[in-house]
C-alpha cells in the first residue's frame, strides 16, 4: 500500500511539471492502465490528478505566455499578431453578418451566394497566413 500511494504522489507531482498523462506514467514508471485503474476507483486521486494536471496547465501556460512575450521583444511578427488577436479587441478576427432573413430559410441563389463567400473567405485568411509565414521566416 505505501508503495502505491508513493507512486500516485509521484504521479502527481509529474502531473504538474508537465500534464500529460502519458509522460507522467513513464516518468513514474506506471504503466497507463494502472493510472487509469487508479483514476477509477479512487475518488480522491481522481480529483487529485485534476487539480495537479490544472496546476501544471497553469505552469506551462505562463512559460508559454513568457516565451511568446520573449518574441514580440525580439520583434518577432507572428508572436506580435498572435498576441494582439487574442488579447487586445481592435485585433481580434470577427465575423460580422448584417441581413435578416424573415422565414429563417435561404433560397438556392442566397446560399450559393452564402457558401462562395466562406471559400473566399477562407481562401482570403489562408493567403494572408502563407504571406505573413513568407515575410517572417529567418
Not at 476507483?41 to 512575450?69: A, H, I, P
Not at 479587441?89 to 435561404?106: A, M, Q, Y
Not at 438556392?108 to 466562406?118: D, F, G, R, Y
Amino acid at each position: 500500500m505505501k508503495k502505491t500511494k508513493a507512486n500516485m504522489d509521484k504521479i502527481l507531482e509529474e502531473l504538474e511539471n508537465v500534464p500529460i498523462i502519458q509522460v507522467a506514467c513513464e516518468k513514474s514508471d506506471i504503466s497507463r492502465n494502472t493510472f487509469y485503474k487508479w483514476r477509477r476507483t479512487d475518488k480522491q486521486f481522481s480529483k487529485q490528478v485534476e487539480e495537479s494536471m490544472r496546476r501544471g496547465t497553469e505552469f506551462v501556460n505562463d512559460m508559454s505566455e513568457s516565451q511568446l512575450l520573449q518574441l514580440i521583444k525580439q520583434q518577432r511578427f507572428t508572436a506580435i499578431s498572435f498576441w494582439l488577436k487574442h488579447r487586445h479587441p481592435k485585433f481580434k478576427e470577427k465575423v460580422e453578418v448584417k441581413h435578416k432573413i424573415d422565414n429563417g430559410s435561404l433560397t438556392p441563389q442566397q446560399a450559393e451566394t452564402v457558401q462562395k463567400a466562406l471559400e473566399l473567405g477562407q481562401l482570403a485568411s489562408s493567403e494572408i497566413n502563407k504571406t505573413n509565414t513568407k515575410n517572417n521566416v529567418k
